[in-house]
């Protein structure tokens, strides 16, 4: 998989890009998909089912999904952070079990 940035004036554009066989991509994604979409992302509307839904939702389900796993892992990383920073400063020693 190739991921590329690129800031575009002040915005970060971020691109990925994988190539894949039509069958096993389509496949992949399209279970991905319909495991997020049964814990809750997308849009669930009154009768409205997975297979009801586009491409583009399943993608746009695939992309939600990544953001929030990206951002979750941005936030552990700093809270990890600030936490071993607060005890150097304070002179505790971590004590790794």
């Known amino acids: ?3 590329s940035m690129k800031v ?3 915005d970060l554009e971020i691109t990925l890009k994988r190539t894949l066989p039509l069958a096993v ?6 279970s ?4 997020f979409w ?3 992302f997308g849009e669930h509307g009154e009768g409205v089912v997975y297979a009801d839904l586009t491409n583009q ?3 746009d389900i695939l992309e939600a999904y990544w953001v929030r796993v990206t951002l979750d ?3 552990g990383y700093n809270i990890d952070s600030a936490s071993r920073e ?3 400063e304070a002179g505790l020693i971590e004590v790794n079990i």
């Open 32 to 35: 991905a998909a319909h495991l």
């Open 86 to 88: 607060a005890t150097a």
């Open 38 to 40: 049964d814990r809750g």
């Open 25 to 30: 991509g389509q496949t992949t994604l399209d």
């Open 73 to 75: 892992a941005a936030k």
């Open 1 to 3: 998989m190739t991921i």
């Open 57 to 59: 939702q399943k993608l």
């Open 8 to 10: 575009i004036d002040t």
